[in-house]
């Protein structure tokens, strides 16, 4: 059965004083997530920043080799790095300056222990009401995936593409499906899909099918992205979970949920150990519900 995994978000359960002090914050939150019985971790180095007296630093621009207490930490609470999540592109920027950032991030993630990295295209909304514009688009978010997608090779990781909300659904998989590349796939992120107008989530699931890698699940009520623990929001849970096990999904669950409403410290340990729990125990119903269906249609 799959593994429920958690985020690790730095600068969202202490403050560092120094960049020197990153890592060990980054230590206690793998500590943590342990304590609260993950499996597995993604990292995210890219898409948060590290809040600091005076100012914020980008995880990414760390030394690989100052993470080295990160993964020793992980292992020792038998935690698996899944993944790392990566920094945003920019069109206001030319490729290789997106490209150049990617690859510290590849860097990290191999030094973490991580095979898999998830990709973001680029950041800005773009109106594609136009041919030009949206072969603008293309041409940017291509050129850049390609060249991480040979960089990753190299360093034996894969490369997952995240569904943003911002995006149709059309030209994300368009974007992957154009670049045709082995080393890339789909991160399915359930919480951006349920915002999209055209989101049927059976429907995506097949078309995505064995490219499918990774799976973001939380929950909202469809107008803006809460981030809530599963099953929270108006997602049709069951239908997810019967066309994840439809195509034959083997690989993990993040579960990218924000246990505390005010997204501030200080925290409640026992209240938040006990709503991750009761999160990753409605995931394993809901997984052991579609295979259990799927049996008995087959038997009958």
């Known amino acids: 059965m799959p593994v429920t995994i958690g985020n690790v978000q730095v600068g969202e359960r202490s403050y560092p004083r120094s960049t020197a002090d990153i890592p060990h914050v980054v230590v206690d939150a793998v500590e943590y997530l342990a ?20 100012g914020k630093v980008d995880l990414w621009a760390i030394a690989p080799d100052r993470w080295l207490p ?28 997106s490209v150049a950032e990617h690859l510290r991030v590849l860097d990290l993630a191999a030094a973490l222990g991580s095979r898999v990295v998830v990709m973001h295209l680029a950041a800005e909304p773009t109106d594609f009401t136009t041919r030009q514009r949206l072969d603008a688009a293309l041409q940017f978010d291509l050129a850049v995936l390609e060249a991480v997608a040979e960089a990753a090779v190299a360093r034996s990781l894969r490369l997952v593409v995240e569904n943003l909300p911002q995006y ?10 154009r670049l045709d590349h082995p080393a890339v796939g789909y991160v399915l992120d359930t919480g951006h899909l349920h915002l999209r107008p055209e989101a049927d989530f059976a429907k ?9 890698w990774h799976v973001h699940l939380h929950g909202n009520h469809g107008l ?16 997810v979970f ?15 949920s924000n246990v505390h409403p005010s997204g501030e410290p200080p925290y409640d340990p026992p209240t938040e150990r006990r709503l991750l ?5 409605e995931i394993e119903r809901l997984t052991q519900q579609a295979a259990d269906r799927a049996a008995r249609r087959q038997a009958g």
Do not use: K, M
């Open 35 to 54: 304590q609260c019985g993950f499996r597995a971790i993604e990292y995210n180095v890219g898409g948060w920043r590290a809040w600091l007296r005076g």
């Open 70 to 97: 990160v993964a020793q930490a992980a292992a020792s609470a038998g935690l698996t790095a899944s993944s790392c999540h990566s920094v945003d592109s920019s069109r206001g920027r030319p490729p290789a300056e």
């Open 168 to 177: 149709s659904l059309r030209y994300w998989t368009l974007v992957v499906e």
């Open 204 to 212: 995506i699931i097949r078309q995505l099918g064995p490219r499918l």
């Open 224 to 239: 803006r992205d809460e981030h809530l623990p599963v099953p929270g929001g108006t997602i049709r849970w069951p239908e």
């Open 242 to 256: 019967a066309a994840l096990h439809e195509v034959g999904y083997e690989g993990l669950y993040l579960q990218e």
């Open 277 to 281: 729990e009761e999160s990753r125990r």
